[in-house]
């Protein structure tokens, strides 16, 4: 029980810090609409933000919704967002994706967790990010950044997102989750960096413990 005070009271400490410093609580992902972003999280697997904003904007105007993208051919899908890693099997779960948000959604992502990770290509990284961006629904978003800073930060001990997604769970309150992702997910990408962190710079140094890191 003392373990989870101290992380709790560190998590709270951390948002303190960066939710000031990040207010904005929104994908960096660029899109339009629920279905956009949805397509574009799906994209983002192992790939960047900045890969995927490139990639979209041709994928969105051949394709602007459920319908269009359930009805495309499987290979023109995967030639336009060849650009971005594991585009085969990325164009495959859009197409299967938009089929099943046709069939049983009205054509739009769906507003539950069951039904989002039933989706190809849905993990609950892209769910938690969809629910919380359209549906206003509390999201621990555990990308490859929020899971290097959380490690770092010694609010988990396993570099597994279902699990520091339950830690997190455990340490923050659903009203701040959402923010609180978002926080942890800049900071990792300008500060926190997976080489070189800026450590000497970091708005954390004083309440962070640097696991895995070299003492400074």
Known sequence: MEELDHRRNLADAVYAILAPIYPDATPLLRYRNCFELLCAVVLSAQCTDEQVN?????????????????????????????????????????????????????GEPPSS???????????RKTANLVLSACFGQPGIIVDTHVLRVALRLGLGAKADPANMEARIAELVFPEKRSRFSHALNRHGKFTCTARKPACQACPLALICPRIGLPPS
């Open 113 to 123: 967790m069951e039904e989002m990770l039933a989706l190809p290509g849905v993990g």
């Open 54 to 106: 490139r990639a979209t904007p041709k994928l969105f105007a051949a394709w602007p919704d459920a319908e269009s993208l359930a009805a495309a051919d499987i290979d023109r899908v995967a030639e336009t967002i060849h650009s971005v890693g594991f585009y085969k099997t990325k164009a495959r779960h859009l197409v299967e994706a938009s089929r099943l948000m046709v069939e049983k959604h009205g």
